[in-house]
């Protein structure tokens, strides 16, 4: 099933206005929050969002999409493995790399979620008075 869900600032009749669904079999223009998509899904294509890494924490592959022309928005750091998420400019790489992921085995998807542990604890802290300070501070 592809799940589309637009970025919440976005009006989400402009998805319907410019997406046939009826050309596409098992398409969703989504509801729901991100996360709660994420939780289902098993790839997820992006663009210049923080939901990037969220999904790499999670142990999910990421199509970061960019077709800007000049400076590059990528919301992943260089220091997380290239194996698991891949910066796409057209619609073939987006395909050619959806092929990449679909062909995972399984020792791939394990080293993922090892991957995934390092990202959310280099990456990511729960929110509590004390890591609010040191953000603050």
Request: hydrophobic residues 30%; proline residues 3%.
């Amino acid at each position: 099933t592809l799940i589309i869900r637009s970025h919440p600032q976005t009006d989400a009749n402009l998805i319907k206005k410019n997406f046939d669904k009826k050309n596409y079999n098992n398409c969703i223009i989504g509801k729901k929050s991100t996360i709660n998509y994420l939780r289902e899904s098993d790839i997820l294509i992006s663009s210049m969002s923080s939901i990037c890494m969220e999904a790499l924490a999670k142990g999910k592959p990421c199509l970061v999409y960019d077709e800007s022309v000049g400076v590059e928005y990528n919301p992943i750091p260089e220091t997380i493995n290239k194996n698991y998420w891949k910066l796409c400019k057209n619609e073939q790489q987006i395909l050619n790399n959806l092929t990449y992921f679909f062909n995972f085995s399984k020792s791939e998807y394990i080293k993922l979620e090892e991957e995934s542990y390092k990202i959310r604890k280099n990456y990511f802290f729960e929110s509590n008075i004390d890591n609010c300070k040191k953000f603050i501070n």
